[in-house]
């Protein structure tokens, strides 16, 4: 199975700073069809997770502007530009290339 | 607009088997398949497996392959999961999502216990 690894465990943040997430994965994302199937969410306390990120870089329906998406082949990195009370949380990424899709452990984001 | 909701929330007793629904509403049931993923406290995420609502064709983490089943009612939008031989370790809030990219919205989740 492909491991996904991601850094910080932990990620204390300033309001109206930028903060940023990695996430590396044991095998390259590039899928047969020349698409990298690499996602990030976003999880707070009690809620299910919401996806803010597709294919590496392509932000949801109604995902503020200020969160990216980056990188290619097994390294990849979700950034927000100027972080906001309500971005805290734990954030994930999600490979679905390879079966079965497996998610990294996940990066607290804390004020 | 798009819903899924999943039945409530389960205690079992070791050994005992568990079935969660996920009701799809707002878009074509068939369009879709859905993955089942459960998170134990505390933990991340952790796909469980998938079925194509358009074929009935499944596809199971190793992990879980002989302990789970998932099938489809199409008459009413609804997919089930169950799990056997249930363990303290299953313990678990199990969520359903369309495909395996985990599109929004996803199901509420579904906490079940498995206790003595």
């Known amino acids: 199975d492909v491991v996904m690894t991601q850094s910080p465990l932990s990620l204390p943040v300033t309001l109206g700073q930028p903060a940023s997430i990695s996430c590396r994965s044991s095998?390259?994302?590039?899928?047969?069809?020349?698409?990298?199937?690499l996602n990030w969410f976003h999880q707070r306390p009690g809620q299910s997770p919401r996806r803010l990120i597709y294919?590496?870089?392509n932000r949801d329906s109604g995902v503020p502007d200020r969160f990216s998406g980056s990188g290619s082949g097994t390294d990849f990195t979700l950034k927000i530009s100027r972080v906001e009370a309500e971005d805290v949380g734990v954030y994930y990424c999600?490979?679905?290339?390879?079966?079965?899709?497996?998610f990294g452990g996940g990066t607290k984001v804390e004020i | 607009q798009v819903q899924l909701v999943q039945s409530g929330g389960e205690v079992k007793r070791p050994g005992a088997s568990v079935k969660v629904s996920c009701k799809a509403s707002?878009?074509?049931?068939?369009?879709?398949?859905i993955s089942w993923v459960r998170q134990a406290p505390g933990q991340g995420p952790e796909l469980m497996g998938w079925?194509?609502?358009?074929?009935?064709?499944?596809n199971y983490a190793q992990k879980f392959q002989g302990r789970l089943t998932l099938t489809t009612n199409t008459s009413t939008n609804t997919v089930y999961m169950e799990l056997r031989s249930l363990r303290s370790d299953d313990t678990a809030v199990y969520y359903c999502?369309?495909?395996?990219?985990?599109?929004?919205?996803w199901g509420q989740g579904t906490l079940v216990t498995v206790s003595s």
């Open positions: 999600l490979q679905a290339t390879h079966w079965p899709p497996s």
């Open positions: 707002g878009y074509t049931f068939t369009s879709h398949g």
């Open positions: 294919k590496v870089s």
């Open positions: 999502a369309r495909d395996t990219d985990g599109r929004n919205p």
């Open positions: 095998q390259s994302l590039v899928y047969s069809d020349g698409n990298t199937y």
């Open positions: 079925i194509s609502t358009f074929n009935d064709y499944t």
